[in-house]
């Protein structure tokens, strides 16, 4: 399913930059240059708004709209991130040939790094809408633990949805990635309606899931249990190796949440 | 500029080891993870050097005693020591049939070497694939197994640890050093994951490759190059092809004019041929690893041998895992257990060295039998002479490496001399020895330090007043407490007792007594409450910390949010410094950096945290995470334990310091090595961070220098804190 992530990007990007054509002129080559800095180590910023129309010590309020301008940023902002996740089909993938793998990581930073400018970008704005959150749900399951850890974040600074629960659900399935695990646990706290389907990605991920995995969820189990399920993991770890580490973490967790459960 | 602060030189139990430079670690440390990246051997060794790679690594970074090697199984080049990544005597311990020893005739030693790596091998990928495919088919457990057997010899010929002519522990490093272990984990690319033991410890190396390798495998069967997905050699090139070249090139091997061709070409020549087989005598020859144990992530595990568990005549002498879980000896007819298989020491030290491999008898088997299941702290404290247990306070005698687990990966940090800590566990190896590591808490992090052995502990650590301790985390007798959880704390007739009332959240009670007990180390509070004595429970330590949870020292206050003005913050990965919140990118300041605040801002709808802070020169704004929604901030930086000192702590002076009316004003005096002064005030300014003290001495008041925080602290060389109770 991942290998056909790219076809989505497509889609996805396709579909944004068929809308703002509808409502914002074409960006001029002066203006995108104007917008948008490049910096070295491929850590490329925003300009706008200068120091000078920043108002640190206030907290600034949640925008309602984008001007046209900010607009145009966030194009160029997603059509960066577009092209590069594309690069396979344009054959303009960065070329690193010191190592075989060297290509794939480079394409994982560099896309990350943008994941993260797009992040900052409608951060300082504290502007989020459908497509920002389209733009995160495309990466929580690329194959890059960095690329993952960006979309992740992009997730987390928005208002939780069914879908973005749903696709970080999914993505979670059959990954390799503890840290990745870890930081999702933490996001996945914010969508108690969804508990059901998480409580079967924990148990799937302790019982069959990557080791590692299964050793993070075990031990970041605790804020995820309740008084419904916690049954079913009594049930989960007594089918595990008894000796094994997840199975120790998730029997610490299980009786640490009974005893919350019965006041100490 | 001064070099930095880290005179640590950390003693493993059987060698020195060599000094770790600090400051390369925290500039290599920037954040990188995700798959591994595998050389193949020949390319790897005489490849190119010169990578943009997230870590600069050097080559041969921390590889020390270099030795050779030859281009077949089990001795190819480089070897370095297994120190400073694991403990040799770890190892050595645990692992003694897979290490090839270069000081025996080398044929005899290659056939006993192989045949024993080969067992090893079988049974840890079929253990990984069934664990993962409980329903996988026999055809396909021998189908991966061959595929990884392939890639183990196309990474490295089946090398991984050497016991070397130069008698150090050897471990093998591919592709000048880059390459860690058998599976050849990339220094330039995975080195949080190495500083975890991914590199040094061969079963936490091999589930590393496979973990990419297994998900690869299980890719294969939808790509379109596989023709089906029972034909496993094309899987198996496929999942070699993503493991080698990266997610996207899973159909690699089908491409001949790609620049990695020749990789895939020699897999499938591997694959095919099979080479190791002419090394493997007995192909089902069982290993005395017991690899289910150290695949489960034990860090000691006992030798299995096949014999019949259920007949009592086997049982003496012998490590009996019962199935309700205990471990056990049967001594005088009767099970005499502890919970933990790692606690077996005890039993050790109590009754003897085992005698025998360890036995799994059946429920039927030993139900007549009584047992007796001893807490490990009672066992622990009565058997082992000089050991500190959970709650006391100890005095690092000198600056010891802290480890991610006991022998383990060493964390980037020590305990600092003449700090006193709390225990917070303890573990012990080796009958005789009785080697012990304390975890400790140091720079915010838990961690298991080398605490010496029966004849030497004093050496390391020394038992200390608790009155000296600083961060306390388990309150001791004669302490003030309050009730942390809304709903109060049962008070009990005993720990885990019958009920005798609820102390409600806040309440204030004298500590009379401190337990702990069990597995997590779990601890227990005696009290009186309303004329009625029992214990509150308190909290665990392992499996996740839960002791602020329950119950704080009476007039703590909960620990910060986050890092303020003034406060000094660690990065937790590399962060890119702005010249406004969510501005220009000035420079990326790597993981684990120490900066001082100048001031925080706090902006938009989920309290994004913004670090004001100067590095390398530039002064600008740092991304902290989120504080409202998911609280994201740990994910960023974290408060340092680095502080500075307040006004009215004493410094002891390490060297002679020059007295100046402003920081790098007019001179005013000298003041010698030795001196205590007393701090009036500090600033840290400057490109590196760097800190002054004004100070008083001879009637003068000004300003002396007391190192800088980055790149590295070099605050330990200046001066050193001395609080005054």
């Known amino acids: 399913m991942k290998y056909l992530y790219s076809l989505i990007v497509v889609v996805v990007f396709a579909s944004i930059f068929w809308g703002m054509r509808s409502e914002v002129p074409a960006v001029s080559e002066a203006v995108e240059k104007k917008s948008v800095l490049s910096s070295t180590g491929g850590s490329p910023s925003l300009q706008e708004p200068s120091a000078a129309d920043l108002e640190l010590d206030r907290a600034v309020t949640r925008q309602q709209q984008l001007t046209k301008g900010e607009l145009q940023a966030r194009e160029l902002l997603a059509r960066g991130i577009s092209d590069l996740a594309n690069c396979h089909q344009t054959y303009s993938c960065p070329q690193d040939f010191s190592d075989p793998r060297a290509s794939d990581i480079k394409q994982g930073r560099m896309l990350a790094d943008k994941l993260e400018e797009y992040a900052d970008f409608h951060r300082q704005r504290d502007y989020f809408d459908e497509e920002s959150a389209e733009v995160a749900r495309t990466f929580l399951d690329h194959p890059d633990g960095f690329v993952q850890e960006a979309a992740i974040d992009l997730v987390s600074m928005q208002a939780p949805s069914e879908a973005n629960g749903h696709a970080l659900i999914n993505a979670l399935k059959d990954g390799y990635d503890a840290k990745v695990m870890e930081q999702a646990m933490k996001e996945l706290q914010r969508y108690p309606g969804l508990q059901p389907e998480i409580d079967q990605l924990l148990a799937e991920s302790l019982q069959t899931g990557s080791f590692y995995v299964a050793q993070e969820v075990a031990l970041n189990i605790l804020p995820h249990l309740n008084a419904e399920n916690v049954q079913m993991f009594e049930q989960v770890v007594s089918g595990l190796p008894q000796h094994s580490v997840r199975a120790k973490a998730l029997k610490s967790n299980i009786r640490e949440f009974r005893l919350r459960q019965s006041g100490g | ?725």
């Open chain 2, 1 to 725: 500029m001064k070099c930095l602060s880290f005179p640590l030189e950390v003693m493993s139990r059987l060698k020195i080891n060599q000094l770790k430079n600090q400051n390369t670690m925290k500039i290599l440390s920037k954040n990188a993870r995700g798959v591994v990246l595998l050389i193949l051997g020949l390319v790897g060794v005489h490849g190119t050097s010169s990578v943009a790679a997230p870590y600069e690594t050097p080559d041969y970074y921390l590889c020390y005693n270099r030795v050779g090697g030859e281009w077949n199984f089990g001795r190819v080049p480089s070897a370095c020591d297994v120190t400073p990544w694991g403990d040799p005597a770890y190892v050595e311990e645990n692992f003694a049939p897979v290490i090839f020893n270069d000081n025996t005739e080398r044929g005899a030693e290659r056939q006993r070497y192989m045949q024993e790596v080969h067992a090893m091998l079988r049974e840890s990928v079929a253990y990984y694939l069934l664990a993962r495919k409980p329903d996988a088919s026999e055809a396909e457990v021998l189908a991966w197994q061959r595929a990884n057997f392939a890639k183990a010899h196309q990474e490295t010929f089946w090398t991984h640890y050497r016991d070397a002519t130069d008698g150090n522990l050897k471990m093998v490093r591919g592709d000048y050093g880059h390459g860690h272990g058998m599976v050849q984990i990339d220094d330039r690319w995975h080195f949080p994951k190495l500083e975890e033991g991914k590199g040094w410890h061969i079963f936490e190396n091999i589930i590393y490759g496979m973990e990419l390798f297994y998900d690869a495998w299980e890719d294969a069967v939808s790509a379109s190059c596989v023709s089906s997905a029972d034909n496993w050699r094309d899987r198996a090139r496929s999942a070699y092809s993503v493991y080698n070249g990266g997610a996207s090139k899973i159909c690699r091997w089908t491409d001949p004019n790609d620049v990695w061709a020749g990789n895939d070409i020699g897999f499938a020549d591997k694959y095919d041929s099979q080479t190791w087989l002419n090394y493997v005598v007995d192909p089902l020859f069982p290993t005395s690893l017991d690899v289910a144990c150290f695949m489960e992530g034990n860090p000691g595990c006992s030798a299995v041998a096949p014999v019949d568990a259920d007949d009592p005549a086997n049982w003496p002498g012998r490590q009996v895992y019962l199935t309700s879980g205990e471990s056990c000896r049967f001594e005088g007819g009767a099970f005499e257990c502890v919970d933990n298989p790692a606690d077996m020491m005890c039993l050790s030290i109590v009754y003897g060295a085992p005698t025998g491999t360890s036995i799994s008898p059946t429920a039927e088997a030993t139900a007549a039998y009584t047992k007796n299941v001893y807490d490990r702290h009672s066992c622990f404290g009565a058997a082992v002479t000089g050991l500190s247990t959970v709650g006391q306070t100890i005095r690092s005698e000198i600056a010891i490496n802290v480890r991610a687990t006991p022998g383990g990966s060493a964390m980037g940090f020590a305990s600092q001399a003449g700090k006193v800590y709390q225990v917070l566990d303890f573990v012990v190896s080796d009958i005789n020895s009785q080697y012990r590591y304390y975890m400790i808490r140091e720079n915010n992090r838990l961690g298991y330090i080398y605490a010496g052995k029966v004849s030497d502990f004093g050496n390391w650590t020394s038992p200390a007043p608790y009155s000296e301790l600083e961060d306390v985390l388990i309150p001791q007798v004669e302490d003030k407490i309050r009730v942390v959880p809304e709903s109060g704390i049962n008070l009990r007739s005993a720990p885990d007792g019958a009920l005798v009332a609820n102390v409600p959240a806040g309440a204030k009670l004298k500590v009379d007594s401190v337990v702990v007990r069990g597995v997590d180390n779990s601890v227990y509070y005696g009290v009186q409450f309303q004329n009625n004595a029992g214990y509150l429970y308190g909290g665990k330590v392992l499996n996740g910390m839960t002791l602020k949870d329950w119950i704080m020292l009476d007039g703590e206050e909960p620990g910060k949010d986050h890092a303020e003005a003034g406060d000094i913050i660690q990065l937790a990965t590399g962060i890119n410094l702005r010249d406004v919140p969510g501005g220009s990118w000035l420079v990326t300041v790597p993981r684990g950096s120490l900066l001082y605040v100048h001031s925080i801002v706090i902006q938009g709808t989920n309290d994004y945290l913004y670090y004001e802070v100067t590095y390398n020169g530039h002064r600008g704004f740092l991304y902290g995470g989120q504080l409202e929604g998911t609280r994201t901030i740990d994910n960023w930086a974290v408060l340092a334990s680095l502080t500075l000192a307040d006004s009215g702590d004493k410094l002891l002076l390490r060297q002679d310091v020059e007295q100046r009316v402003a920081p790098a004003g007019d001179l005013i005096q000298v003041i010698p090595e030795g001196t205590k002064v007393k701090v009036i005030t500090s600033v840290v300014m400057g490109d590196n961070n760097d800190v002054y003290y004004q100070v008083k001495y001879e009637g003068q008041t000004g300003f002396i220098f007391a190192g800088h925080l980055t790149p590295a602290s070099t605050l330990g060389d200046w001066s050193e804190t001395v609080k005054e109770k």
